[in-house]
């Protein structure tokens, strides 16, 4: 009986050897036991298994969370910045693709097209944020689109009989400070994503480094002679641009000019003749002058 069991088991044995293309069992390693079959190797060393998903090992990155949503409006939303290229106006906003190098000839032709809403340097300021599916809308400076204002429609004339007379200039419109939009463009869903974050994607066109929060009460830590000036909506010597803006806001014009020595300053021209007019001169970041014609 010994004798044919031996030769029954030999025999089975020999079969099993002669299969070709048959992985033989062998049992998981303790640490392979408690991993996701997405990771498997198999006995063979065949490549690894994909999920159900055929997702493979990585794991897609979680969308835009309600908290993180409330966090980029809290903490972005109203902060300062400095524009480290020119930044095209126009009501659509201007595309710019994450992680992408902007398209100069796009934003050249943008800045023709809708003109400039800030050159290099400026101080800009976020004053609105919405966040769509897979885009991510900033407002600069009040965003692209112009706001009515009905002086802007009006003619001034200077004369009898409603002859306007050529002895005096017309001073028929105001120049509306221009803003800009950015669309930060995912190409999928808005991933989650925290403050900084953000300000990266937004880094391609606007610096936040060095710049006061909005979360702060920044007057307060300035010297008492701008403190001051601040709240008594003046500009005085020794203020920089964003000191000048808290004071007055944004001026209705800019004039850049280069002196005999070749310095070039930067007037900030509020008001409009023949109404009370303030010229504020900058040489670099700083205020060198003020001026005042009544």
Do not use: C
Not at 182 to 204: C, F, Q, T
Not at 276 to 290: E, I, L, P, S, Y
Request: glycine letters at 10%.
């Amino acid at each position: 009986m010994e004798v044919r069991f031996t030769f029954v088991l030999a025999a089975a044995l020999s079969l099993a050897a002669d299969l070709s293309g048959v992985t033989p069992f062998r049992a998981a390693d303790p640490e392979v036991r408690g991993m996701s079959s997405a990771v498997l190797v198999a006995a063979d060393g065949s490549a690894p298994v994909t999920d159900a998903q055929g997702q493979g090992s990585a794991a897609p990155s979680k969308e835009l969370q309600p908290q993180s949503r409330l966090l980029l409006v809290r903490y972005v939303d109203g902060e300062f910045a400095k524009a480290v290229q020119p930044l095209p106006g126009g009501k659509h906003g201007f595309k710019v693709p994450v992680g992408k190098p902007v398209d100069k000839q796009r934003l050249s032709d943008a800045l023709r097209l809708y003109g400039t809403a800030a050159n290099p340097g400026d101080t800009v300021q976020i004053t609105g944020m919405e966040i769509r599916s897979q885009q991510v809308l900033v407002q600069i400076n009040g965003g692209g689109k112009k706001h009515f204002h009905l002086r802007d429609h009006l003619q001034v004339g200077v004369g009898m009989g409603g002859t306007v007379s050529t002895d005096e200039p017309v001073y028929a419109t105001r120049s509306e400070p221009a803003g800009a939009t950015l669309v930060l463009e995912y190409g999928r869903a808005v991933p989650d994503m925290s403050p900084d974050d953000l300000k990266r994607d937004l880094g391609v066109f606007l610096d936040f480094s060095k710049q006061h929060s909005a979360a702060v009460n920044w007057v307060e830590t300035l010297p008492p002679q701008f403190q001051q000036a601040i709240k008594d909506h003046e500009a005085i010597v020794g203020m920089d641009s964003e000191m000048v803006m808290a004071a007055m806001g944004r001026p209705d014009h800019k004039v850049r000019e280069r002196d005999p020595d070749g310095k070039e300053t930067e007037d900030w021209i509020y008001g409009t003749p023949p109404a009370k007019t303030t010229f504020v001169t900058f040489a670099g970041d700083n205020v060198v002058r003020v001026k005042e014609f009544d």
